[in-house]
């Protein structure tokens, strides 16, 4: 919808905000400052849960502890518990109260719950730290795309919230990192410690830099007010249904894949170094995958890139249990983490421009709260088959299988039943008109 189009009537569409004009009310450098700030959160946000698999290999050796792997495994599905309850209670507080203060206070819990667990003398204190920790991991996303996709150039949306959350798996990258270099030397504590510093960076920067969204200033606080009642209805409840699929397998893929990958190539034969930088790989891969996505959805719309992406990572996945020269392997780590990781980017983007401004929050809270039971079962299903004597081989095969059922969600998500400024016809597959008129909501 363009800026001189007047807003549908409230009758017609009670939902449908002026983004396109109230965008234009924010200036170029509070939009920047917004994008930016939501970048770092994602970073640190990426680097505390992904952290924890670079750890794996130092807390299963931990003298003291005597840890196996299903309990490892365990504690580590703990966060993602907590993601659970934390996406679905800031995604429907975000729509109510604003993305800034619930964004602040996701971003200021989470990196406090790293410190303690930085600090934490048994694995029952691990456990319940990651968990409350997880509380924050849930609510940053949510809150970080809605305000992203609300201040971004409509042109544009994909690709600015896509080079976002590319924050993600940079943080992967940053974990690897830092854990080929001091997991050995320094231990696990200092990893996690590392979590905490959002609290004395990103969190006053956002006290002093941090705009709310002009839409919602706009006026889509008051609408939001029984909003969430219809994503379960009619056709919205099977596109609820199917992201919350799309999003469940896409978890389980990035999850299972970041905690045990490192894991399973050292039961495959190769060193620690080795092991840690397939996992290196695979975030180098969710990053071009997120960005390249991403872009071509702005083009194309998400349905069938997200749609692709899961069948790509269907392939690579399969072929990684293949013996190949070891080059090769590395070019599949690395499209495995493009088509798992780099999708999921894809998938957020999805489920935002498939919804109003006045509801997208509680949209992406509940589908991808719901949809991080994958991101608890991933960690648990691996440490469940390497401690019954799993390989490789039968390990991706099952990652291969949940791909595949990604990859049928995204392609049944129905067409959405209204087209507005937060609308790229995602939906159907092909980006609408930046000019499109405004359409009957259906309840």
């Known amino acids: 919808m363009s800026s001189s189009e007047s807003p549908a009537p409230a009758s017609t569409a009670p939902d449908a905000p002026p983004a396109a004009g109230s965008a234009a009310r924010l200036s170029p450098r509070s939009a920047a400052a917004a994008v930016a700030i939501c970048f770092g959160a994602i970073v640190f946000d990426g680097y505390d849960l992904i952290v924890y698999g670079s750890a794996v290999p130092a807390l299963l050796a931990h003298p003291e502890w005597d840890m196996t792997p299903a309990q490892v495994g365990a504690i580590g599905s703990y966060a993602l518990l907590g993601m659970f309850l934390?996406?679905?209670?800031?995604?429907?507080?975000?729509?109510?109260?604003?993305?800034?203060?619930?964004?602040?206070?996701?971003?200021?819990?989470?990196?406090?719950?790293?410190?303690?667990?930085?600090?934490?003398p048994t694995p029952f204190a691990l456990g319940v730290f990651r968990f409350l920790g997880g509380l924050g991991f849930g609510g940053i996303p949510p809150t970080a795309i809605a305000l992203v996709m609300e201040v971004a150039p409509a042109a544009r949306r994909h690709m600015i919230n896509g080079l976002m959350l590319c924050g993600f798996p940079l943080g992967g990258v940053l974990a690897a990192l830092l854990a080929l270099f001091l997991l050995e030397p320094a231990g696990f504590r200092v990893l996690f410690a590392v979590g905490a510093l959002p609290l004395v960076t990103l969190v006053p920067l956002a006290l002093w830099l941090l705009p709310e969204s002009p839409g919602f200033v706009a006026g889509a606080r008051r609408a939001a007010r029984g909003q969430t009642r219809t994503l379960f209805r009619g056709r919205a409840a099977v596109a609820t249904l199917l992201f919350v699929v799309a999003n469940f397998c896409g978890f389980l893929l990035v999850?299972?894949?970041?905690?045990?990958?490192?894991?399973?190539?050292?039961?495959?034969?190769?060193?620690?170094?080795?092991a840690l930088?397939?996992?290196?790989?695979?975030?180098?891969?969710?990053i071009v995958g997120g960005l390249v996505g991403s872009s071509l959805a702005d083009r194309f719309g998400s349905r069938w890139i997200a749609t692709t992406l899961f069948v790509l990572a269907t392939a690579s996945l399969l072929l990684i249990a293949v013996p190949l020269p070891t080059v090769v392997l590395y070019a599949l780590v690395f499209v495995a983490g493009a088509a798992t990781t780099g999708n999921q980017i894809v998938v957020y983007g999805y489920v935002a421009a498939h919804h109003a401004l006045s509801h997208r929050a509680t949209a992406l809270g509940v589908s991808s709260g719901v949809g991080r039971l994958g991101a608890v079962t991933g960690p648990v299903l691996g440490g469940a088959l390497l401690s019954a004597g799993v390989g490789l081989g039968g390990n991706v095969a099952i990652f291969a299988a949940v791909a595949v059922l990604g990859a049928l969600a995204c392609a049944l998500v129905p067409r959405a039943t209204r087209t507005d400024d937060t609308a790229d016809g995602t939906a159907g597959g092909t980006p609408a008109a930046p000019d499109a008129a405004p359409t009957r909501v259906q309840a």
Do not use: C, E, H, K
């Not at 999850?255 to 080795?274: D, E």
């Not at 930088?277 to 891969?285: D, I, K």
């Open 86 to 120: 934390g996406a679905i209670t800031a995604g429907t507080l975000t729509d109510r109260f604003g993305r800034r203060r619930l964004f602040i206070l996701a971003l200021t819990w989470f990196s406090l719950m790293m410190l303690l667990a930085a600090l934490a």
């Open 255 to 274: 999850f299972g894949l970041n905690t045990w990958l490192p894991q399973l190539m050292r039961g495959a034969g190769y060193a620690l170094g080795s």
């Open 277 to 286: 930088a397939f996992l290196l790989v695979l975030n180098l891969g969710a």
